[in-house]
C-alpha cells in the first residue's frame, strides 16, 4: 500500500530532517510514530504530501505502486493519502461544508466519477457529523476560524470521513482533545478504518492507543525510525522514556 | 449662491489650483498625465446654460476646495439632483448618472434609515466626475455602496462630501472592478458626538488598469469613530493606491480611528501605494494604522491543496474569501446582499 524507502528531505537552508526513512504499511495496519520532538515525525507527513517548504534529497514515496513524490500535492490527495497536521489551517471566509464539498467533488473528478448530488452530500455530510457528535456550527463557519484545538482536530477527522482515503497520516491529533472528545475523535477513526485502509498515527501518548490498536509502533529520532515494535513498545516508552534506546 | 455663479466659482477655483499634480498631495499616487486636459479645462461652452437652481448645503465651500475632481463636476455645469429624506423615514434609494458630469446633493433627516447604490454610466467617454454632498442629521443610519462592473470607462472620479451630525452612522462599501482608471475622494465631517464613518473597498483590478482612494476624515467632536478597511486584488499590471488622512480636533476626546489596508499581489507587476496620515491634537484617543502586502497564504493554499482541490480552484476560492471576508461584517441590508453577490 504505502512504500517509504530510504525518503531524505531538507528545509530550505540546506538543513536535512529526515536522513533515511523506511517505513512499510499494508492495508488492514494502523502503524503509531512516536519520538521526542524535533525528531521529524511532522515533517514526514509533510513531505509524503509535497509541501513545498521542503526538498526531497533522495528516496522513493509510492502508495500501490505509483511515485507519489512524481506528483502534484492534489493528486497525492486525489489518490488516496491524508494528511492532518498538528496545527490545522484557519481559511476564514472559505465555508466549510463547501470546502468539503469541493475537495470530495475533485476527488470523485479525479477518479472519473460524477459530482455527488447536493442530497447526496447533504445525507452524508450529516452520517458523518452524526459520528463525530459535531453540531451545526461547523457548518455555517469558514474552515476551522476560531475553531478550538479540539473542534479543529474533530473537523479534520470529518474531512478524512468525507474524503474516504485510503491512507491517512493524522499528526498528533490527540493534542487539545478532553477525554470526551479523544474518546468520539477516536472512535470516529476505528469506524472510518477498514481492512482495505490504513491509519499512520503520529502521537506521544499512549492515551490514544487505549483507543485505537496499533499494528505497529516505531520510534523516530533524529530523522530516522530507529527501533521499530509492536503495541507493547508504545507501553515501555510511556514508562520509560526514549533514552534507553540505542541508535544504529 | 446662484447656479451660474457656483459654476464660475468652481471654473476660477480650478484655474487658481491648476491641474492635478504629483506634487500636489492630494494626487501623489494617480497617474496625472492620463487626466484630458483639454477636456477636463474646457469650460466655455459649458458654463453657457446655466444648471437646474439648487440649494447648495451651507457646507459647500467652493472657495476653500482643494480637491480637482470635487470642483470638476461644478465647473462642468452638472446638473445637480437633490434628495431630501425626511426625519424617521425609510428609503433604499438608485443614483445613476445621466451624463459624464453628475451632482447629487443628499439631506439625509434625523433617525432616517437610508440605502443608496450608485449605478454607474455606462456611456463611454474620455472623463467622468460625480460629486455628492451629503448631509446626514442627528441618529441617521446610511448606507451608500457601489459595485463597478468591469466597463471600459477610461477615466472616472467620485467625490463624496459627508458631513454628520451625533449619533449618525454612515456605512461606505464600494468594489472596483473597473479596466479604466478611477479615483474615489471622501471628506468626511464628524461633527457631532457619537457619529461613526464606516469604510470598506475592494479593488480587484488586472491589466492596466488603476484604483485611487483618497480619505480625509475629520473628527470634530468627542466620542466619533471612522472605520477604513481596503483590500486589493492586483494582477497584470494593475495598481491601486490609498491616501487616507485621520485628523483628530483639539478636545475630540474617546476618538476611535482604524485604517487597514490588506493587500495581494497576484502578478509581479502589480504593485499598491498606501499612505497613512495622523494627524491628533488630543491625548485621549485611540487611532491605529497598518498596511499588509504579499501574496495567497502558502499555508492555506497547501492546506486546500492537500484536500485534493486543484491548484487553480484553491486560488480562486483564496482570492474570493479574501474578498467576501471584507463585507462579512456589515449588518444584513441591500449593501451587504448585493456586495457579497457580485463576488459569487
Known sequence: MLSIKDLKA?????TQILKGINLEVKPGEVHAIMGPNGSGKSTLSKVIMGHPAYHVDGGSVELDGKNLLEMEISERANSGLFISTQYPTEIPGVNNVEFLKMALNSKRNYLGFPEIGDDEFKKLCEEKMELLEMDDRYRDRGVNEGYSGGEKKRNEILQMAILDPKVSFLDETDSGLDIDALRIVANGINHIMSPEKAVILVTHYQRLLDYIKPTYVHVLRHGKIILSGGPELALKLEEQGYDWIEEK | MDSMNKVSLAQSRIQAIGMPRRNNELWTFFPVAKIPAASATNFATDSATASDAVSIPSTFEISAEKDFAALLPIAKNAHTMVRNIADGESEMALIKANNDFGHTVLNIGKNARVSLEILDNKVIHELAAERFDVCVDEGADVEIFFANPANELPLRFRHFRIVQAANSTVRFSSIERGNGISRVSIDDFLRGSGARFEMRTLNILNGDSSSHHRLTIYHEAPETTSVQFARNLLDGHA??????????????????????????LLSEDSSVSVKPVLKIYHDDVECTHGNTCGELDADQMFYLVSRGIPPESAKKMLIRSFAKELFYPLPDSPAKKRLLQVLE
Open chain 1, 10 to 14: 531538507s528545509i530550505e537552508d540546506g
Open chain 2, 239 to 264: 495598481n491601486a493606491s490609498y491616501d487616507g488622512s485621520v485628523i483628530v480636533n483639539p478636545d475630540c476626546t474617546k476618538t476611535y480611528s482604524s485604517q487597514l489596508v490588506n493587500t495581494i
